[in-house]
């Protein structure tokens, strides 16, 4: 069978069988993938561990007739394990994967960026709370408002998203895409404060660090519109949203291999 090579994280993984594995995975260049990965249920197999949800792998497949085969898997970082040292961080992992999951729909289509977001945004929840080293939620909500942009969802944060007036207006609407003015307000809005735009605009534009003093109530108000306007614009709301812990962390355990040579490829695309 003809076989090819990507690297690829590890979205989520179902039992097939009595020792296999349906493993869906968002590679760098072949978009998502669906995959058997045979035996690796087995106490035996040297490759199961690899392919457990929020892994980085770089993976050879064997192209198959319904499903490609997983041939051989190389562990590059296992953002897994710091992760379940935390519930906020790990649920928050989980809304990451499922919406890459929702957004790239087509298997097959190439998604470089979304990877690159996904990867970037992976590395960065896992720092745990080191120093300059966002909330998990904050993390989140760039990621999200970043990859629905990347997806053609980009919320509308400098004029009307309806009337297309341009300047500061005061109401956000999840179905218009953004802010919208007082004429075109119309349905379920939301006026947040000018911190709170503030802080969607960096968040959206990737300026990290001038997220670092936006208050905890400003960041749980922004928690709300990203969310509203991500559930809004998916064609079913995420499964694993209402699980996410939005409490100020106090703690969590970071993996020695948790930082290193990814730090200046995966974090940019995310956090500057």
């Known amino acids: 069978m003809p076989t ?21 995975l968002l590679t760098r260049s072949n978009g998502k993938v669906r995959a058997v990965a045979r035996g690796v249920r087995r106490t035996s197999s040297r490759i199961g561990g690899r392919l457990e949800p929020f892994s980085h792998v770089d993976v050879q497949f064997a192209r198959g007739r319904t499903l490609d085969v997983v041939a051989q898997v190389e562990a590059l970082h296992a953002y897994g394990a710091p992760l ?5 961080r790990f649920t928050a992992g989980e809304v990451m994967v499922e919406t890459a999951d929702r957004l790239v729909a087509e298997e097959g289509a190439p998604a470089p960026r979304q990877f690159r ?17 966002r909330p998990a939620p904050m993390i989140l909500d760039s990621y999200l408002l970043r990859a629905l942009a990347t997806a053609g969802y980009t919320p509308v944060l400098d004029g009307c998203a309806r009337c297309g007036a341009a300047g500061q207006h ?3 609407s999840p179905s218009a895409g953004g802010m919208v003015c007082d004429d075109c307000r119309a349905g379920a ?5 000018l ?15 001038a997220t670092r003093d936006a208050d905890p109530a400003t960041q749980h108000e922004v ?3 990203v969310a509203a306007f991500v559930n809004w614009h998916l064609e079913h709301a995420l499964r694993s949203l209402p699980l996410l812990d939005r409490s100020l962390e106090q703690s969590v355990g970071v993996s020695p291999g948790a930082e290193g040579s990814m730090a200046e490829e995966a974090t940019p695309d995310v956090v500057r």
């Open 117 to 133: 977001l996904l990867l970037g945004a992976l590395h960065a929840l896992s720092q745990g709370t080191n120093d300059g080293v």
């Open 170 to 172: 005061a109401w956000f």
């Open 84 to 88: 379940a040292a935390s519930y906020q």
């Open 189 to 193: 809005t939301a006026r947040p404060s």
């Open 223 to 225: 928690d709300g519109l």
């Open 195 to 209: 911190a709170a735009w503030r802080l969607l605009g960096e968040l959206m534009g990737g300026d990290w660090s």
């Open 4 to 24: 090819y090579r990507d690297q690829a994280i590890v979205l989520r993984a179902y039992k097939l069988g009595e020792a296999d594995r349906i493993v869906t």
